[in-house]
């Protein structure tokens, strides 16, 4: 059973900075590829960043150049560094990996809210 805990989210002023976790349970190696994802009620779960197994990654436009996504492989651990934050970037942040046989987990996640 594969379980995702994140962690990291917080109240934060615009322009600071937060770091998110995602700690799997099985090594990461298990999957071919890694993402955060974030959601505002009433509004469609969208995509902030993504990292394939061997390394490339991928940006939702409206954070390429303050996030930055990694992963570590020995502690099993994806993550999301988001900088310049603005009020716009509050949301549940989720993270999802994907499997080699294309199935999703997703953990819990975790609020993030930027004050102005």
């Known amino acids: 059973q594969v379980q995702l805990v994140e962690s990291g989210g917080g109240l934060v002023q615009a322009g600071g900075s937060l770091r998110l976790s995602c700690a799997a349970s099985?090594?990461?190696?298990?999957?071919?590829?890694m993402g955060w994802y974030r959601q505002v009620p009433g509004k469609q779960r969208e995509l902030v960043a993504t990292?394939?197994?061997?390394?490339?990654?991928n940006y939702a436009d409206s954070v390429k150049g303050r996030f930055t996504i990694s992963k570590d492989n020995a502690k099993k651990t994806v993550y999301l560094q988001m900088n310049g934050l603005k009020p716009e970037d509050t949301a549940v942040y989720y993270c999802?990996?994907?499997?080699?046989?294309?199935?999703?987990?997703w953990g819990q996640g975790t609020q993030v809210t930027v004050s102005s």
């Open positions: 999802k990996l994907t499997s080699w046989s294309h199935r999703d987990f």
């Open positions: 990292i394939t197994s061997g390394g490339s990654t």
């Open positions: 099985v090594s990461i190696f298990t999957f071919n590829a």
